[in-house]
């Protein structure tokens, strides 16, 4: 099971989730060149434990686990995997 960012995020960016990741699974950072140019944060559901330390750090309200993701917002399971693709 993995968290996930969803639309919240979209133009916000907060990393105070960043700080919290015990497994570093959410990028981009603010040291990763494409930080500038990402719209939102993603949530490697690859690496993700569940532990659930970034949803209460995030000010705008857009980690979920998967089980509590609203249903309006159910293609950002796919937004987040479809970022880490590309990268693996």
Same mark, same amino acid.
């Not at 015990?22 to 990402?38: G, Q, R, Y």
């Not at 559901?45 to 857009?62: F, H, N, S, W």
């Given at each position: 099971?993995?968290?996930? %960012?969803?639309?919240?995020? %979209? =133009?916000t960016?907060? /990393?105070?989730?960043?700080?919290? #990741?015990?497994?570093?699974?959410?990028?981009? /950072? +603010?040291?990763?060149?494409?930080? &500038? /140019? &990402? @719209?939102? *944060?993603?949530? $490697?559901?690859? /690496? #993700? %434990?569940? #532990? =659930? *330390?970034?949803? $209460?750090?995030?000010?705008? +309200?857009?980690?979920?686990? @998967? @089980? $509590? *993701?609203?249903?309006?917002?159910?293609?950002?399971? @796919?937004?987040?995997?479809?970022?880490?693709? $590309? +990268?693996?």
């Amino acid at each position: 099971m993995s968290h996930y %960012i969803a639309e919240p995020c %979209i =133009g916000t960016k907060d /990393t105070a989730c960043v700080a919290v #990741c015990p497994v570093d699974c959410i990028h981009p /950072t +603010k040291e990763e060149p494409e930080f &500038a /140019t &990402a @719209e939102m *944060l993603y949530i $490697d559901p690859d /690496t #993700c %434990i569940d #532990c =659930g *330390l970034c949803v $209460d750090e995030c000010p705008v +309200k857009a980690i979920f686990p @998967e @089980e $509590d *993701l609203p249903e309006e917002w159910q293609r950002f399971i @796919e937004i987040n995997a479809a970022y880490y693709k $590309d +990268k693996k």
